[in-house]
Structure formats: C-alpha cells, structure tokens
Nanobody
Framework: QVQLVESGGGLVQAGGSLRLSCAAA????????MGWYRQAPGKERELVAI???????NYADFVKGRFTISRDNAKNTVYLQMNSLKAEDTAVYYC???????WGQGTQVTVSS
C-alpha cells in the first residue's frame, strides 16, 4: 500500500559524497518513521539511520558523524546525505517505511578506494 521510489545512488571515490532520496506514495498515514538500510554482498541487511515524523534521528555507529538523515513531511520524502564515504560503505541502500513495513527497490552505492 506504500510505494517508495529511491534515487541518488552511483559511483563515487573514497572521501566523496552522495545524497539519496526516497519519495513515498500511497497509504502513507501509517508512516511515522523512515529508515535507510544497506546490504553488501554476502552480508546481512543492516540499519543505517532512522528519522521520525517529528524529526528525531538515530544512526548506526559506523556512519555517525558522516551521514545525515532528514525528512520533508510535505513532500513525503526522506534523504540520506552521505559524506566522507569509505570503500566499506559500498552496498545496496534501501528505503524503509517502518510503520507500513514497505521497502524501496534499493539503489546501488559504490565507493572506490
């Protein structure tokens, strides 16, 4: 019932930056928080960051100080600003509507060393 459309992934050199976007559509009334997750080949999907409707944020330790999650409630869009990227940040990044348990299609982020 919730559709998530992601954009912004790509190839970047270590130390560079990317900005991911995720726009939500459909039955969005149940979306109280949005999250970004990532999954590297051969690894489990892991939480990167969460933002609530009120703007509270939480980050995984491995991105704290480098990534910033934000939300534009009027546009039903969540962003992930990624700075100081490392090769180990290479993964498919997924947008997740926590209240609706809906996933985006994923967007590939590749960081070259």
């Amino acid at each position: 019932q919730v559709q998530l459309v992601e954009s912004g992934g790509g190839l970047v050199q270590a130390g560079g930056s990317l900005r991911l976007s995720c726009a939500a559509a459909g039955m969005i009334f149940s979306i109280n928080a949005m999250g970004w997750y990532r999954q590297a080949p051969g690894k489990e999907r892991e939480l990167v960051a969460i933002v609530t409707r009120g703007g509270s944020t939480n980050y995984a330790d491995f991105v704290k100080g480098r990534f910033t999650i934000s939300r534009d409630n009027a546009k039903n869009t969540v962003y992930l600003q990624m700075n100081s990227l490392k090769a180990e940040d290479t993964a498919v990044y997924y947008c997740y509507a926590i209240g609706s348990r809906s996933w985006g299609q994923g967007t590939q982020v590749t960081v070259s060393s």
